[in-house]
């Protein structure tokens, strides 16, 4: 919800929030799934320093995760070298990749 309304969204349908409720207690049921969802609306403005969803613009937002991304490639490459060595010492493989001349762990 709070990213839509970053990113320039009038309103934000609850409907299926709305629905389980609805179906697990009644009108209480859906009352109470909406309170949660309020909260968790008020939790997200007070950790982005916010009191009022009118004062959020898209400067909020993260538009390119590009560490995360970098991490995942190095997490990836990181396995993928550990599975080639395994299968070199077992004899499965003659050859190790160049990739183990200038391999590096990533720094976290």
């Not at 070199?88 to 990749?97: M, R």
């Amino acid at each position: 919800m709070i990213k839509a309304l970053t990113l320039g969204a009038e309103a934000v349908w609850l409907g299926r929030a709305t629905l389980y409720g609805l179906a697990a207690g009644g009108p209480a049921g859906a009352e109470h799934a909406l309170s949660l969802l309020r909260g968790e609306i008020d939790r997200t403005l007070g950790l982005l320093g916010f009191t009022n969803i009118q004062d959020l613009t898209s400067a909020c937002l993260i538009k390119q995760p590009s560490n995360l991304l970098t991490l995942l490639q190095e997490r990836h490459r990181t396995t993928a070298l550990a599975i080639k060595i395994k299968l070199f010492f077992q004899g499965k493989i003659t050859i190790l990749p160049y990739v183990i001349y200038s391999f590096s762990l990533p720094t976290y």
